[in-house]
């Protein structure tokens, strides 16, 4: 089966080529840390996750980059409003942030660029499209003219010849009925308080939109292979950043184009008017299990609007525990007689998965392979109709299709270097030989690196301490 992922620049399903050869450069618009997130944002989060841990499952090496905007309309009213820094106030909703991946289990990302701290190479950029003539002064901002960049629209389908010329638009956020010439500069005025920066083009701030063209160019270069974000990013802010590269650098920005569809809670749009507003933290106060919680957001194929309830919430739990009991029985099983079926079972479970997960990452028919996996093999065990050996093997996918999901305990799939396991054979090899000094010497090193080993019927056990 052909690996195709949905290019929303394409509107169809491609197959993935990757632009050089085992290398993946992957861009993902991350959060606006002005409050906390919701969970629509981590539907977002957790969709990027999975397209990351699948093309690492493929084999590619990765580049993957996600940035954090700490500069912008909102983020600006509400520091001020509240009476804090900018930066004291960002801040805060970064590490609020990066708490809240890490309790999804997301993975980090390679790079996390702030904007602030890219202004220089967002100012480059406005002056060469200024120089290009892309783009002009105005009274109260730098604009990008859209005009003159003929394939602006080509991403979100837009027609734009009805436009008025030269009508203009200086807020960061905008609808497709005002598909105007957007700010790239915004000058100073009294609304940014102490938020500006004296350069080249003017003391000012940037817009939005240029953040994401300067950094994704700067680590990922002027042409890379992926850009995810929810599909409300599609118009204006994806397709100013296509108009913003491909002006100043003339070669295609982003070859396929991810998008993930909303999160809407009880079939309708969160509000926090309508009550049905919910960050994650709020969801843990009501002590759900987060890795249900990653679940619920994965579950739904991302292009498909996910309605969020308590029930599924529930079932998700229940879905989890199955899972986990499902190890916990494989290791701790005791069998004496190879199965050849099993074999065959891990060969079928295996390329349905792959076969799923390839067809634009179909995530609820990859589920439904791993349940009926889990099914299959549950029988062999209840019949007691298979070996320990076995038994390992089935450990051993389970594992390798959670380095895809990631909702199983996390000790499950830490990872030895290859110094340890070294270690820990040369002293399996000293014990076979009688040479206990040896063996607790080895023991010694190894706990002074972090790692504890216990000798048990089954082999020997590592756990690593901190
Ligand atoms: P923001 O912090 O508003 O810039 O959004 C961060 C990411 O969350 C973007 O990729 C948005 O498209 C995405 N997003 C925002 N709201 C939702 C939602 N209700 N469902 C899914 N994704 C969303
Ligand atoms: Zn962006």
């Known amino acids: 089966m052909v690996f195709k992922v949905y290019n929303t620049l394409k ?23 002005y409050n906390f997130a919701h969970i629509g944002n981590f539907r977002a989060m957790i969709f990027s996750d999975l397209v990351r841990r699948y093309l690492k499952y493929k084999g590619y090496k990765l580049k993957h980059v996600m940035n954090i905007t700490d500069v912008d309309d909102k983020t600006i009213r509400d520091s001020r409003k509240e009476g804090v820094t900018l930066k004291e106030f960002t801040e805060r909703y970064t590490k609020y942030f990066f708490e809240d991946l890490e309790t999804l289990n997301v993975e ?32 109260d901002a730098i604009y990008f003219n859209i005009k003159k960049f003929k394939d602006y629209g080509k991403l979100s389908h837009l027609k734009i010849d009805e436009l008025k010329a030269g009508a203009r638009v ?32 003017g003391k000012g701030r940037p817009g939005w939109h240029i953040e994401c063209s300067a950094m994704s160019m700067k680590y990922l270069g002027e042409s890379f292979d992926i850009h995810t974000g929810g599909v409300d990013l599609i118009f204006p802010h ?24 909303h999160l809407l809670v009880e079939n309708k749009k969160m509000s926090k008017s309508l009550g049905n507003f919910y960050t994650l933290r709020d969801l843990l106060e009501k002590k759900y299990n987060p890795m249900a919680i990653r679940y619920v957001l994965m579950a739904t194929h991302y292009r498909q609007k996910l309605n969020f309830t308590f029930e599924t919430l529930e079932a998700a739990d229940n879905a989890i525990k199955r899972l986990e009991e499902f190890m916990e029985k494989l290791d701790e099983f005791n069998g004496q007689s190879n199965n050849p079926k099993v074999a065959e079972i891990i060969e079928k479970a295996r390329n349905d998965f792959e076969d799923a997960m390839d067809d634009d990452f179909n995530v609820s028919i990859t589920l439904s392979a791993v349940f009926d996996f889990v099914k299959e093999i549950n029988k062999l065990i209840m019949n007691n109709k298979m070996s320990s050996k076995d038994a390992e093997n ?55 690196k972090g790692i504890i080993i216990k000798d048990t019927k089954e082999g020997v056990r590592w756990e690593k301490i901190n």
């Open 108 to 139: 980090n990302v390679d790079i996390y660029p702030r904007a602030t701290e890219h202004i220089k190479e967002m100012v480059n950029l406005v002056k060469n499209l200024l120089d290009k003539g892309y783009a002009y002064k105005a009274e």
């Open 394 to 448: 089935v450990i051993s996918l389970m594992n390798k299709f959670d380095s895809v999901l990631g909702i199983l305990k996390k000790q499950e799939k830490e990872e030895l270097s290859k110094e340890i396991k070294q270690l820990i054979e040369k002293r399996q090899e000293a014990r076979k030989n009688k040479d206990w000094a040896e063996a607790d010497k080895i023991r010694d090193e190894l706990k002074e």
């Open 11 to 33: 509107r169809k399903k491609e197959e993935f080529k990757e632009i050089e050869k085992g290398q993946v450069n992957m861009y993902s618009c991350g959060p606006t840390v």
């Open 170 to 201: 200086a807020n960061d956020e905008y609808d497709k009925d005002n598909a105007h010439d957007f700010a790239l500069w915004k000058f100073w005025d009294e609304n940014d308080g102490d938020v500006f920066w004296e350069t080249e083009l």
């Open 238 to 261: 994806h397709e100013n950043e296509i108009a913003q590269s491909e002006a100043a650098t003339g070669k295609e920005f982003v070859k396929y184009w991810l998008h993930n569809e």
